[in-house]
């Protein structure tokens, strides 16, 4: 490789998108767009923030605009003003077969109003058992066969589709949990799924999950959490946003604005090397194997998208909306429409991008 002449063609590139700029902003010189302080230093040199920005230039041709800080908007629809219920379910055809994971004593889907089975990981004396704290649980119609979504449901297959929410962020091994729900469903049936936004919950101070990180539990076939999960989950979750007593709950505009002065009570036991060694053992440990926000979350699977490993594409987004007064002001919505052969992995990588910006 001629280091000289690839030098030379990166420089020229970095002159005709500051000419740009200045085309577009008159009397600027190219130096006024470099950043003006070790914060924007900072944030500029992150790499969730500068594969953003990469990003956000491919789907709109044009830098990020103000401080180029990684945001999403609901994408097609605009309207984010919707309820929590309302974006899971206002896309799916009510005369259609579908199943909800987890509904326990909140279903989303009505079964006066929708032809919905209710999936969970136990039968309904299980679930009982084991959330007896909780009144009003519905009964479950398919509990799980061999830990498998496909098993489980095969004989009601094709199914129209499949609602699941603040499920997906306790799926240890989430390309093999799309890959069976994509077994069951028909082509261009849909998967609506809502995860916690990291910003606004107790995963406050952990890492946004990596591509590497699913795409390692998916080669090693994972079935449980694993160390590393369990581990994270136990030493970073914070008292944040988290109301229960024994623990003084914070929001995240205080822990920032007190810049560290202030610090949200850890959750895990004092013995949490004990708890990591039972995942250690094979003991299935419920927790948050991932951790998103809405732009992590958009990138990370496009990413996995590239590699043709996602057998879905982005058909309706939702970001966190502060505001709200519902769950919608710790989550973010997605819409997922299961693909045939005919799309291109290039197609589907897209559709996660589109959503990015303002």
């Not at 053992?281 to 809405?294: A, I, K, N, R």
């Amino acid at each position: 490789m001629n280091f000289r002449k690839t030098s030379n063609q990166a420089v020229k590139l970095v002159r005709q998108v500051f000419r740009s700029l200045r085309g577009s902003e008159k009397g600027k010189n190219w130096r006024e767009f470099l950043p003006k302080n070790e914060v924007s230093d900072f944030v500029g040199r992150t790499p969730y923030v500068l594969q953003y920005r990469e990003s956000h230039w491919e789907i709109h041709g044009k830098v990020a605009p103000g401080n180029a800080i990684p945001k999403a908007h609901a994408w097609p629809d605009r309207n984010n003003d919707l309820s929590y219920r309302d974006k899971l379910v206002s896309l799916l055809p009510a005369s259609g077969l579908g199943a909800e994971i987890g509904p326990l004593h909140m279903p989303l889907l009505d079964k006066r109003h929708y032809n919905v089975l209710y999936v969970d990981h136990l039968d309904t004396a299980g679930i009982k058992k084991k959330y007896r704290e909780l009144s009003g649980v519905v009964d479950v119609d398919r509990p799980m066969v061999n830990n498998s979504l496909a098993d489980t449901l095969i004989n009601d297959a094709p199914l129209d589709y499949v609602v699941a929410s603040q499920v997906f962020e306790h799926v240890p091994n989430q390309l093999r949990w799309l890959n069976e729900i994509a077994k069951i469903l028909k082509d261009g049936g849909l998967l609506s799924l809502s995860l916690p936004d990291r910003r606004m919950t107790a995963d406050f101070f952990r890492q946004e999950t990596a591509a590497a990180d699913i795409y390692a539990a998916y080669i090693e076939d994972i079935t449980i959490p694993s160390v590393r999960m369990v581990y994270d989950s136990q030493i970073m979750s914070r008292s944040v946003n988290f109301e229960r007593n024994g623990y003084v709950n914070l929001s995240p505009q205080q822990i920032v604005r007190a810049k560290g002065a202030v610090k949200p009570m850890n959750l895990s036991p004092n013995n949490h090397l004990a708890v990591v060694q039972r995942a250690r053992d094979g003991e299935y440990l419920d927790v948050h194997c991932c951790s998103f926000t809405p732009v992590s979350f958009l990138l990370t699977y496009s990413d996995l998208a590239r590699d043709g490993l996602v057998p879905f594409m982005c058909q309706q987004f939702y970001p966190t909306n502060e505001p709200s007064s519902d769950r919608d002001n710790h989550s973010f919505t997605i819409i997922l429409k299961k693909v045939g052969d005919g799309v291109s992995p290039e197609e589907i990588r897209r559709s996660f991008l589109m959503p990015l910006g303002e």
